[in-house]
């Protein structure tokens, strides 16, 4: 093997792929953020326009082939598609097939990354906030359930019917979603998860998990935790949540491919 074929400049640890809906304008910095040295971020997209409906998630499924072909040429170690509505709407295994098929590496999607972080919190109750509307948020409760996760309670902020509308939740503040957790709250809740890659929730993490007394999920750690255990990178990361902090055991393929 040539040197060069070792080196690496930034991503020396590990690089991972990261398809996002068009619209989508919070997962990417989230992800730099959260990056530890000698991770990177490369990131492709797939369109997602007009009305919110069943067959819009469908659209960019059947685009996300293009997207991972894309990333393999940037020679990325995993791909993650980085959409919890379209992972909970579309077959989870025809959609980490496409990308895997294209880039020969592991694939997760938001949502069984979500799984697999709540499981690893022992969480089998979950009070849920998304800016969803209801059709998204009925299934979302249903997929959980699916996988032995019950949601306690849910808010749903009624966002995104139309392209307009769906841009808007990315401005939603952090302020706004630390106050929609102590909304959701109940005290048979294990964990709050704050659902949704395009809601910015970084700065507020810590402060919600302070405020309720427990560990706080959202897409987005639970994306970038499970890239992380599913690649051997094991740095603990401070300041965004118990998850990241605390959980820093490397994934058996099963459980984040939810095999089990």
Known sequence: ????????????????????????????????RLAPRGVTIHTAR?????????????RMARDLGRAAGELATAEVDIVAFGCTAGSVVCPLDALTRSMAEQTGTPAIVTAGAVVSALRALGAKRVAMGTPYVDFVNRREVEFLGEYGIAVTRYLGLEMGHNQADRRNIGHVSPQAIYRMACEIDSPDADAIFISCANLATL?????????????????????????????????????????LRDLTAPLAEPAWRLAD
């Open 203 to 243: 700065d507020v993490i810590e402060d919600i998990e302070q405020a309720l007394g427990k560990p706080v999920v959202s897409s987005n750690t639970a994306c970038f935790w499970t890239c992380l255990r599913v690649l051997g990178v094991n740095s603990p990361i401070a300041g965004y949540g118990r998850l």
């Open 1 to 32: 093997m040539k040197a060069l074929d070792l080196n690496r400049p930034y991503g020396w640890r590990a690089k991972i792929g990261l398809i996002t809906p068009s619209s989508n304008n919070i997962n990417e910095p989230e992800f730099y």
């Open 46 to 58: 797939v369109l997602l326009t007009g009305e919110m409906d069943e067959d819009s998630f469908f």
